[in-house]
């Protein structure tokens, strides 16, 4: 049986989202449980130069529908980096969630072969369909899921491998 590109994309975004709202959701037990500001995680940084917890957040999502909508060739929607707290940044990943939900295989499957351009300022990366999905937007997904992780779970959040591979 051969794996699809779809397969490989959409359903485990999806999962891997699922697992850091999750992950946000039990944080914000934590917080209510023991009369933390919800602003205080969504502002956390592990080291002063490194990207807040909320940040690390929406790069994920950022990545997640960036993957999807450039190997299916349509426009990726544009969500403002707003989110002040924990609930904010759950209601994003929702967003986000409901979005890749819209994708069909036959929109995604094919397009290993495919030329994905991914500006970055006035810098621009090329990548062919496969390594962009596998290369790039598969590990940061879990790159910034991990330091999620790991900033909650170093502050306190009882957090165990199970919250962050979820139902596989």
Do not use: W
């Not at 940084?45 to 190997?71: H, T």
């Not at 937007?137 to 962050?164: C, I, Q, W």
């Amino acid at each position: 049986m051969t794996l699809s590109m779809f397969q490989a994309s959409v359903p485990r975004l999806i999962n891997g989202l699922t697992n850091l709202s999750n992950i946000l959701g039990k944080a914000q037990a934590h917080a209510e449980a023991k009369k933390i500001d919800p602003t205080v995680f969504a502002s956390m940084r592990l080291y002063p130069d490194m990207f807040p917890l909320s940040r690390q957040v929406q790069i994920a999502c950022d990545v997640s529908k960036g993957l999807v909508a450039r190997l299916a060739g349509v426009e990726i929607p544009n969500h403002e980096d707003t989110e002040k707290d924990l609930k904010d940044l759950q209601a994003r990943i929702a967003k986000t969630i409901a979005f890749l939900e819209t994708f069909k295989p036959e929109q995604i499957d094919g397009t290993e072969d495919k030329d994905i351009v991914v500006k970055r300022g006035d810098k621009e990366a090329h990548y062919k369909g496969m390594q962009y999905l596998l290369g790039h937007g598969l590990p940061n997904l879990h790159f910034h899921t991990t330091t999620t992780y790991s900033m909650l779970r170093a502050s306190g959040v009882e957090l165990g491998k199970s919250d962050y591979l979820g139902k596989i």
